[in-house]
């Protein structure tokens, strides 16, 4: 079992490196810090596992037959607090930065000043009976409450206020951070709990995806943040009146420029008109012979491609951005099969 830890630790350290090096290197392209954060978040995991695998081998890391042992209980702690950085960076949430990182790191960084500067003599405890029997000794019960306390802030990304007109991320990939995130502290949690072997090399695995997953989306889905405002143009949005219900469902688009939502659904659409979905989708086909989701595409793409005819040097991906687009792919191929041309090929031929 050894063995295969120290492989995995090995591979793991090399695609860190690899992913944190192909963030670094393009990491001015986001009119943020996000990439450099995550970069630096992969080179530090890296450092970790590759000083970890020395210490396991030569022997002077911390036994892993104890429970709780300190410097595992305290140091993820600094590990937790620095995960925080990346996705406030993309979500960007509305209530003060400094405020936010004060409710988020200040009870966290004492714990660890407690815990490791302290001066605190620690119990080893080999066994569930020896936690039993030592349960009511302060550094007993404070390690597990730390732990515990660390286990509840994995969930508090889940509490961070999402406003699409300001985060340049998809809502559906922030979420899967948040489970990423809390899956590595219940992990971690875990481990310290049982030292299953199996759970240490799931940790290991998931800690790898996680670093993985995170540089694919920022090189490969995520549109870029609007350095600057889209100014909106005139409204193509057909005011046919028919029926009472389009009335109401052009109005509730049209309010708060709802239609560039990148939340919008034939679902939240129903919910926010207290209809239903059928009755919903059957007004669009009525008024305008498409379903809603043609619409909606149709829609947005014709605004990008009205921008671009009035300003072939616009920036495409702040455009997308604007009309509710949070990942390139979906973008770019909505555009094509409007257009049946790339952005790129678009704005060629227009020059022609």
């Known amino acids: 079992m050894k063995y295969i830890a120290t492989a995995l630790l090995i591979f793991m350290t090399a695609a860190l490196v690899i992913c944190g090096t192909l963030l670094w290197k393009r990491r001015k392209e986001t009119g943020d810090y996000s990439r450099t954060i995550q970069a630096i978040l992969s080179w530090g995991a890296a ?43 993309v979500i960007r949430p509305t209530m003060s930065r400094a405020k936010l990182y004060g409710l988020l790191f200040v009870p ?5 000043i407690i815990g490791m500067c302290g001066g605190i003599q620690y119990t080893s405890l080999y066994t569930y009976s020896d936690l039993w029997q030592h349960i009511g000794e302060f550094n007993v019960w404070f390690r597990l409450l730390t732990l515990l306390i660390m286990l509840l802030y994995a969930f508090s990304l889940f509490l961070v206020p999402y406003d699409w007109r300001r985060s340049s991320a998809d809502r559906g990939f922030i979420l ?9 502290g219940v992990l971690h949690f ?14 290991q695995l998931v800690w790898m995806s996680f670093f993985v997953a995170i540089t694919h989306y920022e090189l490969n889905e995520r549109l870029l943040v609007p350095n600057a405002a889209v100014e909106p143009h005139e409204d193509e949005i057909s005011h046919t009146e028919t029926d009472q219900l389009w009335r109401l469902i052009t109005l509730s688009l049209e309010a708060g420029d709802h239609w560039r939502s990148p939340e919008l659904s034939l ?7 207290e209809s239903n979905r059928t009755y919903i989708g059957e007004a669009f086909k009525r008024n305008t012979g498409m379903t809603f989701v043609e619409y909606i595409t149709q829609r947005r793409i014709g605004y990008v491609v009205k921008t671009i005819k009035e300003d072939p040097k616009a920036n495409i991906q702040e455009l997308f951005n604007y009309v509710g687009y949070r990942q390139r792919s979906t973008a770019y191929r909505n555009f094509q099969k409007i257009t049946g041309m790339s952005p790129t090929e678009f704005v060629e031929n227009l020059k022609k």
């Not at 966290?108 to 660890?112: A, G, T």
């Not at 899967?176 to 590595?184: A, E, F, I, K, Q």
């Not at 679902?267 to 008109?273: F, H, Y």
């Open 47 to 89: 450092f970790f596992t590759f000083t970890f695998i020395f210490r396991t081998w030569a022997g002077t890391a911390p036994a892993d037959a104890t429970l709780f042992e300190p410097e595992h209980t305290f140091v993820p702690l600094l590990c937790q607090m620095t995960f925080f950085f990346y996705p406030l960076e």
């Open 176 to 184: 899967c951070y948040s489970v990423g995130y809390c899956l590595l």
């Open 190 to 203: 875990s481990i310290q709990l049982t030292h299953a072997h199996w759970l240490v090399l799931a940790h």
């Open 267 to 273: 679902t939240s659409l129903a919910e926010l008109l």
């Open 108 to 112: 966290l960084l004492l714990l660890f």
